[in-house]
């Protein structure tokens, strides 16, 4: 393997030497360590120290001339890869060890059965068979409804060349049920606005729940309708009352309809919309 910088390294377990002093290297640098509150990478601690090894030998002549120690180039990497797979051995060993392999064969004591051959029909089942009963033929059966006789009136031969006057025909009566004019539809009373519908709507269903309570109904003060201060009249349309945005309009006191008012109020509302955008 090609580690950091672009030199080639290989993997420690090549060599029994270069093993145990990563072996005696990783248990001096243990995982975790920190010095002043900072953690210190394990296998960079391991690193320069197996350089700082290997330099001491490469630089001493009469080492080298005595003896054959040769520590090859290793990295981070290959540490890493090396450790991994040494601590999966020794746990796999463990397990063995925990754990005796079986002594007698895997296999079974009686032979496996022959292999059934695949059928070529449609097999047969023991259950009886579901029978289906048609239903009797009826056909020519069905008795025929008579229709009763079509009066058909006698076709009238007439002499072209003797003239004949014809008949006065009578204006129809009209039957008896659209001879009736249909009923007036009843005067229509005056408009609630919808408000004034939601709220009398709304002390219904408080009365009628108060009286499948038990409870007396909440007697309140019965109000038609409300009462404008400037001319004393109701505040509806008939009247010429209106409502736009929260505010309330008299067209006898400000002299002016509905329509011009509300035009009026409309038109303020776009321009005070157009400035905002702006």
Same mark, same amino acid.
């Given at each position: ?26 248990? !001096? ?5 920190? !010095? ?20 001491? !030998? ?199 309809? !509905? ?20």
């Amino acid at each position: 393997m090609v580690g950091q910088g672009g030199q080639a390294a290989q993997m420690p377990n090549i060599s029994r030497l270069v093993e145990a002093v990563c072996v005696q290297l990783s248990r !001096i640098h243990p995982e975790g360590t920190t !010095i002043s509150g900072v953690r210190v990478n394990r296998w960079a601690a391991v690193m320069r120290d197996y350089i700082c090894i290997q330099e001491n !030998i490469l630089t001493n002549p009469v080492l080298v001339a005595q003896t054959r120690i040769q520590l090859f180039p290793l990295n981070q990497r290959t540490l890493a890869q090396w450790h991994y797979t040494r601590t999966r051995e020794l746990v796999r060993r463990a397990l063995e060890m925990a754990v005796p392999l079986p002594t007698s064969s895997a296999l079974a004591s009686e032979p496996t059965p022959t292999v059934r051959p695949r059928p070529t029909g449609p097999e047969l089942s023991a259950a009886q068979p579901l029978q289906f009963h048609n239903p009797p033929d009826l056909s020519g059966q069905a008795t025929q409804r008579r229709r009763g006789p079509v009066d058909v009136a006698p076709a009238i031969i007439g002499h072209p060349h003797e003239p004949h006057e014809a008949p006065v025909t009578q204006p129809l009566s009209p039957p008896a049920d659209t001879a009736t004019a249909p009923l007036p539809p009843p005067p229509a009373g005056p408009s609630v606005p919808r408000t004034t519908a939601w709220r009398r709507k709304k002390k219904e269903e408080a009365d009628e729940l108060a009286r499948q309570q038990g409870n007396p109904p909440k007697q309140r003060k019965k109000i038609e309708n409300y009462i404008c201060k400037c001319c004393g009249r109701p505040k509806t349309k008939e009247f010429g009352h209106s409502q736009f945005g929260g505010e309330f309009f008299c067209s006898t006191s400000a002299g002016k309809t !509905i329509q011009e008012w509300l035009e009026e109020k409309r038109r303020e509302k776009k321009n005070r919309a157009g400035g905002d955008s702006h």
